[in-house]
């Protein structure tokens, strides 16, 4: 996946069509599996604690991948399923729908991930993505303050967070 | 036009591809963390190389179809393949429900 196209540091994001709720949640986990953040607008069922939530989620994202990997028809057989995959090695999914929801993954090449799950006719997401990294890199890693794996507080960050996604089509 | 890769079709307890299990826990998973209540589990999964489609059926029988990214007309195509299915291989006396079948 070609993460670093273009001349923009930050892509200017997508023109506002809606305002309403169409954003259910934003998952942000680092490379080791840890939750830096979790958004939730409009969430109706919730079935599990919010740590095991967490962990399926990431468990979720990590089998998807490996199964894409394997079952790419285009390149040749590779390693077995289950092996860890390094961030941009091989197939990566960017998005799976079902008939009540559509998750939009991107993994970084740090392999911060970030996963929002929004209605199921939301259109391709991923540069809108990729606006939410770069909103990441400079509200948090770019903050003196912030520990590297620890969680997210920065209101500043979930502010522009959640007016970006309200926006979202 | 569609390039369509390959198409799998396993029944309730799995029959075909390595994946059976794999893909049972996963479409679990995903009704588990639904926002809203009623999902019925993964439909379309995009990668970057190919689109996998996946329709479950009222018996639980699943149909995959890998095909380009972008493909349209699936649920035709599914629909099509429904019918074919029902047609060949159920309404086949020598069939056994739950049998790997060589169609």
């Given at each position: 996946m070609q993460f670093f196209g273009g001349s923009e540091i930050s892509p200017s994001?997508?023109?506002?069509?809606?305002?309403?709720?169409?954003?259910?949640?934003?998952?942000?986990?680092?490379?080791?599996?840890?939750?830096?953040?979790?958004?939730?607008?409009?969430?109706?069922?919730?079935?599990?604690?919010?740590?095991?939530?967490?962990?399926?989620?990431?468990?979720?994202?990590?089998?998807?991948?490996?199964?894409?990997?394997k079952m790419d028809p285009t390149s040749a057989d590779k390693g077995n399923l289950g092996v860890p995959l390094l961030p941009g090695q091989g197939c990566s999914f960017h998005s799976f729908r079902t008939n009540t929801y559509k998750l939009s993954f991107m993994e970084s090449p740090s392999g911060v991930k970030i996963i929002l799950v929004t209605h199921p006719r939301t259109g391709d997401l991923r540069d809108s993505l990729k606006f939410i990294y770069n909103l990441y890199v400079e509200y948090v890693v770019k903050n003196p303050l912030y520990s590297p794996g620890s969680l997210i507080r920065c209101s500043l960050f979930n502010k522009s967070v959640d007016q970006y996604v309200r926006g979202l089509g | 036009m569609a390039a369509i890769y390959s198409l799998y079709v396993i029944n309730k307890s799995g029959g075909l591809i390595f994946t059976r299990y794999l893909w049972h826990s996963m479409h679990a998973i995903s009704q588990?963390?639904?926002?809203?209540?009623?999902?019925?589990?993964?439909?379309?999964?995009?990668?970057?190389?190919?689109?996998?489609?996946?329709?479950?059926y009222l018996t639980g029988t699943k149909f995959f179809v890998v095909c380009k990214p972008g493909s349209l007309h699936m649920e035709a195509l599914f629909k099509q393949i429904y019918e074919l299915y029902t047609d060949y291989v159920l309404k086949n006396p020598f069939y056994e429900m739950e049998m790997r079948r060589a169609i």
């Amino acid at each position: 996946m070609q993460f670093f196209g273009g001349s923009e540091i930050s892509p200017s994001p997508p023109v506002a069509t809606a305002s309403g709720n169409n954003a259910h949640m934003l998952y942000i986990f680092n490379r080791n599996g840890i939750c830096l953040l979790y958004r939730e607008w409009n969430r109706t069922l919730k079935t599990l604690s919010p740590q095991q939530d967490y962990k399926l989620m990431f468990g979720l994202l990590f089998s998807l991948r490996s199964l894409t990997e394997k079952m790419d028809p285009t390149s040749a057989d590779k390693g077995n399923l289950g092996v860890p995959l390094l961030p941009g090695q091989g197939c990566s999914f960017h998005s799976f729908r079902t008939n009540t929801y559509k998750l939009s993954f991107m993994e970084s090449p740090s392999g911060v991930k970030i996963i929002l799950v929004t209605h199921p006719r939301t259109g391709d997401l991923r540069d809108s993505l990729k606006f939410i990294y770069n909103l990441y890199v400079e509200y948090v890693v770019k903050n003196p303050l912030y520990s590297p794996g620890s969680l997210i507080r920065c209101s500043l960050f979930n502010k522009s967070v959640d007016q970006y996604v309200r926006g979202l089509g | 036009m569609a390039a369509i890769y390959s198409l799998y079709v396993i029944n309730k307890s799995g029959g075909l591809i390595f994946t059976r299990y794999l893909w049972h826990s996963m479409h679990a998973i995903s009704q588990q963390l639904s926002p809203v209540s009623r999902c019925s589990g993964i439909e379309l999964l995009q990668a970057d190389t190919f689109d996998l489609h996946c329709f479950q059926y009222l018996t639980g029988t699943k149909f995959f179809v890998v095909c380009k990214p972008g493909s349209l007309h699936m649920e035709a195509l599914f629909k099509q393949i429904y019918e074919l299915y029902t047609d060949y291989v159920l309404k086949n006396p020598f069939y056994e429900m739950e049998m790997r079948r060589a169609i």
